[in-house]
Each structure stands twice: as C-alpha cells, then as structure tokens.
C-alpha cells in the first residue's frame, strides 16, 4: 500500500537553483495538494488541484509553480530557490467522490529542502 | 492571521491520565474541523473529525467536543499511552471549500509511562 509518495525525501539546493518535488498517489484521488511545514506555524497550503490539468493557489503560493499534468501526480516546482523556502514539504490527497466532503487528507512522508 | 490556533506548544501528561489539547478558531465560515496526528519523520495521519452540527463526536480513545459560540475545540484522550506521544494539529474547512484544511500550529504531546 504505497499511499502517498514524495520524491526526494531530502534535497540540499543552493541559493537560486531550481529543483521539482514529486507526489505520486495510487488512490486514484481527484484532489491533490502542496503543504509546508515550518516550525510555530502548522502546515500551510501552498497550492492545490482539484482534478488533472487544473491547479490552484492555496496560502502561500509565491515562489512556487505546480503542475498536474496526470491524475496521480502533482510536482511542486521552485524556480529560483531562496533561504525562506528552506522547509518540510508534504503532499496529500483526498477524494471527495465518497459522500460528504470529510477533508480527510492522506499524506505523504514529507520532503526535507535546505536552501543555503 | 492565524485561523486556526493551538495556543500550546507542548502538553506532557501521565500514562493513564486524561490528555486535553484545544484549540481555537476565528473564521466563522469553518463547518468541519479535524485532528491530526504527526510522529516525527511522517506525514500527519487523521485521527478525528466533526461537523458544525454536532458538539461531540467519539472514537474509542479519542473524543473531540466542538464549542460554536467560543469558537472553541478540543481532543480529549482517555486514558493516554506512551504511543500517543506525537504532535497534534488542529485542522479546519469549509466543507464547500475541496477540502482545503487551514492547520493550527501543533501541540507536542508527550505522554510519560
């Protein structure tokens, strides 16, 4: 039961390269989505897809680009990496297909990215 | 602005003993309010949720009670086990919204045998 897949588990980058996390489910889940995590401020919502070749801004989407090209994945781009993106990344899933809308979210295992 | 807020960082209770983590909201728009749980190195797992129309909802251990006019809930765990000791997070949505969550900041539980 893979769930929720992120590739890289942990990327080192330097300032102003670019990299591109990818989240790969086998749920055949409609809606994906891009959190950090930074410590003393939760999870917050980068951006999200409610289905495949649509995306959306969450929270705190500058500096970020995503792409949903396949239902199963949703990668997170960084164009021009900066010391503030230094953070955990996770990725998560939901159908909402099952009913009422539960905002159950599976996720991944998260990705460590340090910018120097 | 912080919609949702855990105003404790970190909670650690006796095996056995009651945990009680609570968390507070501003956005009178959220209807569905969920608790994860997040040991170190994996994703958050959901752990329990409830709906705006109700004020209390069960699952063995596990009870989350919803306070509408405080704007107010919180977990309580009963009786708590040293496998309990994770970080918590508050989580809440419009339930129109595609199940976007808006987190709090965790609670640290440490549950000591």
């Known amino acids: 039961n893979a769930g929720v897949t992120q590739t890289p588990k942990f990327r080192v980058l330097k300032t102003g390269q670019s990299m591109t996390l990818l989240c790969a489910q086998d749920m055949n889940h409609e809606y994906m989505y891009w959190y950090r995590q930074d410590p003393g401020m939760g999870l917050r919502l980068i951006h999200y897809?409610?289905?495949?070749?649509?995306?959306a801004k969450g929270e705190v989407p500058d500096g970020y680009n995503v792409s949903r090209l396949k239902k199963q994945n949703f990668l997170l781009g960084l164009e021009s990496a900066a010391p503030s993106q230094t953070s955990v990344y996770f990725c998560?899933?939901?159908?909402?297909?099952?009913?009422?809308?539960?905002?159950?979210?599976?996720f991944g295992e998260g990705s460590r990215l340090t910018v120097l | 602005d912080q919609q949702v807020k855990q105003n404790s960082p970190s909670l650690s209770v006796q095996e056995g003993r009651i945990s009680i983590l609570n968390c507070d909201y501003t956005?009178?728009?959220?209807?569905?309010f969920l608790w994860y749980k997040k040991y170190p190195a994996e994703g958050p797992t959901f752990l329990i949720s409830?709906?705006?129309?109700?004020d209390k909802n069960e699952d063995g251990r596990f009870t989350v009670f919803l306070n509408k006019s405080a704007k107010h809930l919180s977990l309580h765990i009963v009786p708590s086990q040293p496998g309990d000791s994770a970080v918590y997070f508050c989580a809440a949505s419009v339930e129109t919204s595609g199940s976007r969550l808006t987190f709090g900041e965790g609670t640290q539980l440490t549950v000591n045998p």
């Open positions: 956005n009178s728009m959220f209807d569905y």
């Open positions: 897809s409610v289905g495949e070749g649509t995306t």
């Open positions: 998560a899933s939901s159908d909402p297909r099952g009913g009422a809308n539960t905002g159950e979210l599976f």
């Open positions: 409830i709906s705006s129309i109700k």
